[in-house]
């Protein structure tokens, strides 16, 4: 059972945060968790859809620059300072108040790796002239996603943020089929229909791969023969993830449907 132990507001809507055990929660007002912390293991993901987002690791060899689009509770910035020491983090973060939230109450560290950027997602990429080498964007409003994630431009414009070799991955909701297809299609053109899709096991999630060039196959073989290093080294059953990814783009991925 949920316990509240902060709530507040930040002039657009209600935030909450509670405990149930050893688990953070981020809530706005009574809607879907936003973001889960582990107290205990904040490296550890707890939200299903976030390990999911993390199958772009696998397709970008040796990463070391990552961007954050939708801080939240920084789940996602744990994990990477954890897996990936030495690297460099830009997390963007629209609200104030959550970036508050997310170091005084989600254990998000003063870390000489991380900077936080306080400021729309869009606008950033518009004037960040950095490549990364991997990018989530993870943005969602308290009941719906939000308005950037219909916008095929937003994407061309992440996309361009790429390094080469770069993967961004995208976290759409599929609850309501309208705007989730309105979105899924925006990723697509906006990525030139280069993507890779994994829908999130019992859950209303669809992740979007989407590629700095081409869906890279060649790098989809090399991680489906490093599986048993690739899990150690990420500390997920990616050998599950390829297996759904390969299963999910048929089309795309034809050649590489023989049994693992």
Avoid at 125 to 144: G, K, Q, S, W
Avoid at 157 to 182: H, S, T, Y
Avoid at 238 to 247: A, D, F, I, T
Wanted: with cysteine; aromatic share 6%.
């Amino acid at each position: 059972m949920e316990r509240i132990v902060h709530s507040s507001h930040d002039g657009n809507h209600p935030t909450v945060v509670a405990d149930q055990d050893s688990i953070r929660i981020l809530r706005f007002g009574t809607g879907a968790r936003q973001s889960c912390v582990n107290t205990m293991e904040p490296h550890q993901l707890v939200l299903e859809y976030t390990r999911w987002m993390m199958t772009g690791l696998l397709l970008t060899p040796s990463p070391s620059r990552f961007m954050v689009l939708g801080l939240g509770g920084g789940a996602i910035v744990h994990y990477l300072l954890h897996r990936y020491p030495g690297c460099q983090i830009t997390a963007v973060e629209r609200s104030l108040q959550v970036i508050d939230l997310a170091r005084s109450w989600f254990l998000l560290p003063d870390d000489p790796a991380l900077t936080i950027v306080h400021g729309d997602a869009d606008a950033h990429i518009a004037r960040d002239d950095t490549l990364y080498d991997m990018i989530f964007v993870d943005i969602f409003e308290p009941n719906h996603m939000s308005p950037l994630l219909y916008e095929p431009e937003f994407y061309s414009r992440v996309r361009a943020r790429l390094a080469p070799d770069g993967v961004m991955a995208v976290n759409l909701w599929n609850g309501e089929k309208k705007p989730f297809l309105k979105a899924r299609n925006a990723v697509r053109s906006g990525c030139g229909d280069q993507v890779l899709e994994l829908p999130v096991r019992k859950r209303s999630n669809l992740i979007l791969l989407g590629f700095e060039d081409t869906v890279p196959r060649q790098r989809i073989r090399r991680a489906r023969k490093r599986v048993v290093e690739l899990e150690e080294r990420l500390g997920l059953p990616v050998g599950k993830y390829l297996k759904k990814l390969r299963r999910t783009n048929r089309s795309l991925l034809r050649n590489l449907l023989c049994p693992l």
